[in-house]
């Protein structure tokens, strides 16, 4: 399986990183290692100061595909989670100013949280999805998914032009605006909607 993951999905994000909107998807792969395994603690790395977390809807893909058209990408795919992409922002910050590649920031061992899934037939419309992350029982961000700039469908028709989708694949479909930095002793739990789809400790 691959995590494949979209960066610069969400205006507001763009505008509090002082980014440059993208004219298509920023793609980018997290390896499977880097999955916090089940009721596993997330430890900052030794690497960091300042890791962010960045709270996204996940999309499971359940059938392979590949140069996917966007009228029928809603085939691919009968579940949504949600998760965190933590990212060593000062690392990130560093790779980026000399051109580099990104992955020491972002795919690191223990970077992807993965919630639980629910059945994409309990939404009425997967463009208009609430999700939420709270800190220490404080809610630090909220999306919608009506803000993407590049909707799911949309995402599974561009990221299949590059790489044949497989079964059990994820795709991170980007954060919205609040990122922050963890410290030991968070407590980070997500929300689509009422339903809380993760609960993690920052170690």
Sequence with gaps: MKLICIGRNYTKHIEELENEKPKDPVVFLKPDTAILLKKQPFFIPDFSDEVHHEVEVLVKINRVGKHIDKKFAHKYYDEIGLGIDFTARDLQGELKG??????????????????????????????????????????????????????????????????????????????????????????????????????????
């Excluded at 994820?170 to 930095?181: Q, S």
């Design 98 to 203: 000399k051109g580099l590649p990104w992955e020491k920031a972002k795919a690191f061992d223990g970077a992807a949280v993965i919630g639980k899934w629910i059945p994409k037939s309990e939404f009425k419309d997967m463009n208009a999805i609430e999700f939420s992350l709270k800190k220490n029982d404080n809610i630090v961000q909220n999306g919608n998914t009506s803000h993407m700039l590049w909707k799911i469908n949309e995402l599974i028709e561009y990221v299949s032009k590059y790489f044949t989708l497989k079964i059990g694949d994820i795709i991170f479909t980007g954060t919205p605006a609040g990122v922050g930095k963890v410290v030991a002793n968070d407590k980070l739990k997500g929300f689509i909607e009422d339903k809380e789809l993760f609960s993690i400790t920052v170690k």
